[in-house]
């Protein structure tokens, strides 16, 4: 009795200390000292559990010690599920995707049973392009081992679900979680919404037994995406509490659709209700700003920006440059942009396409050549805008080499963006020809953009026969399109052919297509 009673006191005492060895190792790790952590950890080996393993490798996978993980990973002499898990969560936080379907194999291939942890952790890392496929594949053994769906695997499988389009995976998924919190609801609203399908998730929405601002806002987007702004606009009065996720949203909705003057009242309405802008409200609006030219209202978000004492960081201030631009000013755009300290490809994207607007291609140019300089890579939208400061400065030589060098110097394609200003390019320099034989090799249909492109150069140099092309070319596209009347109307008028303006009233009449009525922003 006296013996088993000593070794009963010794194991306390042992396992007491491994608790504290624990938790002095995880503190150490919490506060940054993985050093320390790693070296009580190898001086305690009669201390040390499988726990204290975990730890370790969970604090290598934090401070992005990987190597340093799988290392001792192999080392281990038992493994529990958390050991396993440890890996997956380290190599998914890694964005590794290829490494955690190996470990997942070997955690199969070597005995060790996956939970509901472990299938959450994989099928999330397995939104990558590459692995969605796996995903079905996981869902069949989540239900082969008789582990119930949890909200964690469940809202999982159905964000893939809705990545596959596959509407009916996503729709069994739910029906398969036994007990749904709100997050299965707000990923059925969400893939609903993606699939068009507004009338079910509207139902989804109403059927919820809780509601979170999340939900709300997935709606209002989900309303936003498939163009139902008055949709959107409805839900979004009758939040009760709207934060300031869901105002962003709603103003973002109108920017997205060009309502620009709705976009500028809602926020105005969001400022008197107390409801206090973040950074992406700034942007969103001062987009609506650029989008309006409204550089008075610019002027004043600016100021409400420095008063909110916001950092400006690359984001607001590229928002603000691309503002001023938009708005005539480029000058206060230029001083904008150079305060930038770290610029990124869409900052120089918004100077250049900038300086290109105003006419000044030179100037594009030089800010190209010093963001190559710099080490930013250019991408399609800085080529659209090289090209386009070309047409506008008649540089047909070097927007020609600027339009090549894409796929030569950069490996890009050239889309349909491109082409047109090209084309745009061509026309305004009167080399219609060129914009014939370039239309001509393009290796997709030419839309509407594009023979709108050639239609304009052509009523700009009179030529008949090339316009009448266009004309045919866009009417096939789009048969209301209001340029064709009044472009071919100038032509046959500048031809001093009356009888075909005749004729053309009689065929707008049969195609159905509206004058375009004269406006101006003044």
């Given at each position: 009795?006296?013996?088993?009673?000593?070794?009963?006191?010794?194991?306390?005492?042992?396992?007491?200390?491994?608790i504290n060895l624990n938790k002095t190792i995880n503190s150490f790790i919490a506060n940054g000292n993985l050093k320390e952590a790693r070296k009580l950890f190898d001086q305690?080996?009669?201390?040390?559990?499988?726990?204290?393993?975990?730890?370790?490798?969970?604090?290598?996978?934090?401070?992005?010690?990987?190597?340093?993980?799988?290392?001792?990973?192999?080392?281990?002499?038992?493994?529990?599920?958390?050991?396993?898990?440890?890996?997956?969560?380290?190599?998914?936080?890694?964005?590794?995707?290829?490494?955690?379907?190996?470990?997942?194999?070997?955690?199969?291939?070597?005995?060790?049973?996956?939970?509901?942890?472990?299938?959450?952790?994989?099928?999330?890392?397995?939104?990558?392009?590459?692995?969605?496929?796996?995903?079905?594949?996981?869902?069949?053994?989540?239900?082969?081992?008789?582990?119930?769906?949890?909200?964690?695997?469940?809202?999982?499988?159905?964000?893939?679900?809705?990545?596959?389009?596959?509407?009916?995976?996503?729709?069994?998924?739910?029906?398969?979680?036994?007990?749904?919190?709100?997050?299965?609801?707000?990923?059925?609203?969400?893939?609903?919404?993606?699939?068009?399908?507004?009338?079910?998730?509207?139902?989804?929405?109403?059927?919820?037994?809780?509601?979170?601002?999340?939900?709300?806002?997935?709606?209002?987007?989900?309303?936003?995406?498939?163009?139902?702004?008055?949709?959107?606009?409805?839900?979004?009065?009758?939040?009760?509490?709207?934060?300031?996720?869901?105002?962003?949203?709603?103003?973002?909705?109108?920017?997205?659709?060009?309502?620009?003057?709705?976009?500028?009242?809602?926020?105005?309405?969001?400022?008197?209700?107390?409801?206090?802008?973040?950074?992406?409200?700034?942007?969103?609006?001062?987009?609506?700003?650029?989008?309006?030219?409204?550089?008075?209202?610019?002027?004043?978000?600016?100021?409400?920006?420095?008063?909110?004492?916001?950092?400006?960081?690359?984001?607001?201030?590229?928002?603000?440059?691309?503002?001023?631009?938009?708005?005539?000013?480029?000058?206060?755009?230029?001083?904008?942009?150079?305060?930038?300290?770290?610029?990124?490809?869409?900052?120089?994207?918004?100077?250049?396409?900038?300086?290109?607007?105003?006419?000044?291609?030179?100037?594009?140019?030089?800010?190209?050549?010093?963001?190559?300089?710099?080490?930013?890579?250019?991408?399609?939208?800085?080529?659209?805008?090289?090209?386009?400061?070309?047409?506008?400065?008649?540089?047909?030589?070097?927007?020609?080499?600027?339009?090549?060098?894409?796929?030569?110097?950069?490996?890009?394609?050239?889309?349909?963006?491109?082409?047109?200003?090209?084309?745009?390019?061509?026309?305004?320099?009167?080399?219609?020809?060129?914009?014939?034989?370039?239309?001509?090799?393009?290796?997709?249909?030419?839309?509407?953009?594009?023979?709108?492109?050639?239609?304009?150069?052509?009523?700009?140099?009179?030529?008949?026969?090339?316009?009448?092309?266009?004309?045919n070319g866009i009417y096939t596209l789009e048969n209301d399109h209001p340029a064709v009347y009044s472009v071919l109307s100038k032509i046959y008028g500048d031809k001093g052919v009356c009888s075909d303006i005749t004729g053309l009233e009689k065929l707008m009449k049969n195609w159905r297509a509206r004058k375009q009525k004269a406006g101006s922003w003044?």
């Amino acid at each position: 009795m006296p013996e088993l009673r000593t070794f009963a006191v010794c194991r306390q005492i042992s396992t007491l200390s491994t608790i504290n060895l624990n938790k002095t190792i995880n503190s150490f790790i919490a506060n940054g000292n993985l050093k320390e952590a790693r070296k009580l950890f190898d001086q305690s080996p009669h201390l040390r559990n499988v726990v204290s393993w975990n730890s370790i490798i969970a604090g290598y996978f934090r401070y992005s010690c990987i190597q340093q993980a799988e290392y001792l990973f192999d080392e281990m002499p038992h493994r529990d599920v958390v050991s396993w898990n440890t890996m997956l969560s380290g190599y998914r936080n890694a964005n590794n995707p290829e490494k955690v379907y190996n470990c997942f194999l070997h955690m199969n291939r070597y005995g060790g049973r996956p939970n509901e942890l472990t299938f959450a952790v994989a099928i999330s890392s397995f939104l990558h392009k590459d692995f969605k496929h796996l995903v079905p594949q996981l869902h069949g053994l989540v239900l082969s081992l008789g582990i119930s769906l949890n909200v964690f695997v469940g809202s999982a499988l159905m964000r893939v679900y809705i990545d596959l389009n596959d509407y009916k995976g996503l729709a069994r998924v739910f029906d398969e979680i036994l007990v749904k919190d709100v997050t299965p609801w707000n990923v059925l609203i969400l893939g609903y919404m993606k699939f068009g399908c507004t009338s079910e998730a509207q139902r989804a929405f109403d059927m919820m037994p809780m509601r979170n601002t999340f939900t709300w806002s997935t709606l209002i987007n989900g309303y936003i995406e498939n163009n139902k702004l008055n949709e959107a606009r409805s839900l979004f009065d009758k939040m009760s509490e709207k934060d300031v996720v869901s105002w962003t949203a709603m103003i973002r909705g109108y920017v997205q659709y060009g309502n620009f003057m709705e976009a500028l009242k809602l926020f105005k309405v969001m400022l008197s209700s107390g409801a206090r802008p973040n950074h992406f409200t700034f942007s969103t609006v001062l987009d609506a700003c650029a989008g309006n030219s409204a550089v008075l209202v610019g002027n004043q978000v600016h100021a409400c920006i420095l008063k909110s004492g916001f950092p400006l960081d690359v984001v607001l201030l590229t928002s603000l440059v691309d503002m001023y631009a938009k708005c005539g000013d480029i000058d206060i755009a230029f001083c904008i942009f150079e305060s930038i300290p770290e610029r990124n490809l869409v900052a120089w994207n918004s100077i250049i396409g900038g300086y290109a607007r105003h006419g000044l291609p030179e100037r594009a140019m030089q800010e190209f050549e010093r963001m190559v300089k710099s080490g930013i890579r250019p991408d399609e939208i800085t080529f659209i805008n090289l090209v386009y400061a070309c047409g506008h400065g008649g540089l047909v030589e070097e927007g020609e080499r600027i339009f090549n060098s894409m796929v030569t110097d950069y490996s890009l394609k050239a889309e349909m963006e491109h082409y047109a200003c090209m084309v745009d390019l061509y026309g305004k320099a009167g080399q219609l020809e060129k914009a014939e034989r370039l239309i001509e090799g393009m290796p997709f249909k030419p839309d509407v953009v594009v023979w709108g492109a050639l239609l304009g150069a052509c009523g700009l140099h009179s030529c008949l026969e090339l316009g009448e092309i266009a004309a045919n070319g866009i009417y096939t596209l789009e048969n209301d399109h209001p340029a064709v009347y009044s472009v071919l109307s100038k032509i046959y008028g500048d031809k001093g052919v009356c009888s075909d303006i005749t004729g053309l009233e009689k065929l707008m009449k049969n195609w159905r297509a509206r004058k375009q009525k004269a406006g101006s922003w003044i």
